[in-house]
Nanobody, 127 residues
């Protein structure tokens, strides 16, 4: 079993930056692939970024490509989402997820693909 805990959310003005963290505990083998999602009120959960430790590729949604960066520190069992040039439309609850369902579909940004989720951290961007 895997436990995920997000932190780092908050309120920021447009153009600002935040770094979200996702601390992973439990079955670290199942958490080799990590992803970040967000969900705004009344909207579907949106995949933002994903990466796997056994691959060099990272995956980004077009809405955040060039502004957000996913990274991980294996020594701390933590995954990060660096968010720059934030916009009011980035306002949402942000979640990390892990343990993609087997067999891998390759849809690393699909919300239905992951077995474990954190509780989320709120990001609010004001204009």
């Amino acid at each position: 079993r895997v436990q995920l805990e997000e932190s780092g959310g908050g309120s920021v003005q447009a153009g600002g930056s935040l770094r979200l963290s996702c601390a992973v505990s439990g079955d670290t083998y199942s958490s080799r692939c990590m992803a970040w999602f967000r969900q705004a009120p009344g909207k579907e959960r949106e995949g933002l970024a994903a990466m796997c430790t056994f691959a060099t590729n990272t995956y980004y949604a077009d809405s955040v490509k060039g502004r957000f960066t996913i990274s991980q520190d294996n020594s701390k069992n933590t995954v990060y989402l660096q968010m720059n040039s934030l916009k009011p439309e980035d306002t949402a609850m942000y979640y990390c997820a892990t343990d993609p369902k087997r067999p891998y579909s390759g849809n690393w940004l699909g919300a239905g693909e992951y077995n474990y989720w954190g509780q989320g951290t709120q990001v609010t961007v004001s204009s």
